[in-house]
């Protein structure tokens, strides 16, 4: 949410981390466009890696939509962990990743070094990562949004088989996230559990606001049920570049992100349409949040989302569209 949302994201290559220094946040794309001499063409195969958040799931159901049925295009996903993504994009496996968290290494060893693959813009969303309460909490304990009371709070979370220490909720476990690392760092009496999945999360959430439970855990944005939870995010020590370059000693909060979008190298400069309207393609938290909670808590399929919000956003979606097509 996802590193984290899901990090959300920090890419990992644990040889050269030290090596690197992290690349600038929310830095533009170089323009892509075909290479010298490529004429635009239909647009055939897309191959959209998918991974497990929901508003991953809504920016694809919203861009394989429009480049089937307005390009022609035949859409091909695979459901991935981030990391194994990365991988197949630079082995020529998969086209394009549609919701990249940060990830500085593998830019830097992918995209500078190797040339396997480009950034292909931004998304338009703000992600932003960390740890939260139900606001119940906040208002029971006012003083539990600073992390140096939460072990004040500890024996609220703790369970029968948390070991005496109170329980910190993680999601999905391919999610790269920095908290048994913080948890350690900051002396804090807790211990991470992974529950499972964005929607074992969502499920923790609501039922511990609902029922005035006790819940922390991670949590990021974009994401549809802070628009239904407003959930109180936990002050840690704050953000700098570089502060969660090391996991050995990382005490700070996550690194927020303009999320972007990665794009296999061959596949960008080959002129096909799909690549230009996924360059294209930049919408907002509130945009994803509105498709992604059709998909998850409002019994529509993937297309039917997509195709409500298309109807209802044409001025945007159209701002997208290649200018020049064969198809």
Known sequence: MKSVRPLRFRGT?????GLFAL????SAAPAVVPAPGVQPT??????IANNAWVGYEANVAVVSYLLRHEL???????SEAEETSWKRLAAGQEDVILENWGHDLLKKQLIDQD????????TGNKGVI??????WMKEQYPDITNY????????LFKTASSGGKGVFLDGDP??????KQLIKNLNLNFKVVYSGSEDALIKAFRAGQKNKTPVIGYFYSPQWLLSEIPLVHISLPPYTPGCDADLDTVKCDYQPFDLDKIENRKFAYSGSPAAELIKKFNWTNDDQNQVARDITDGGLTPDQAAKKWLDMHRATWQKWMPGNLTN
């Not at 690349?23 to 929310?26: D, P, S």
């Not at 140096?148 to 024996?155: E, G, I, M, P």
């Open 42 to 47: 239909v647009c055939g195969k897309v191959r």
């Open 13 to 17: 290559i644990l040889a050269v981390a």
């Open 115 to 122: 040339k396997t693959v480009v950034e292909a813009g931004l």
């Open 148 to 155: 140096k009371n939460l072990n004040k709070y500890a024996s």
């Open 130 to 135: 960390g740890w939260y309460v139900p606001p």
């Open 23 to 26: 690349a600038a946040c929310g």
């Open 174 to 179: 391919t999610y790269v996230t920095d908290d």
């Open 72 to 78: 022609n295009c035949t859409v091909v996903t695979k």
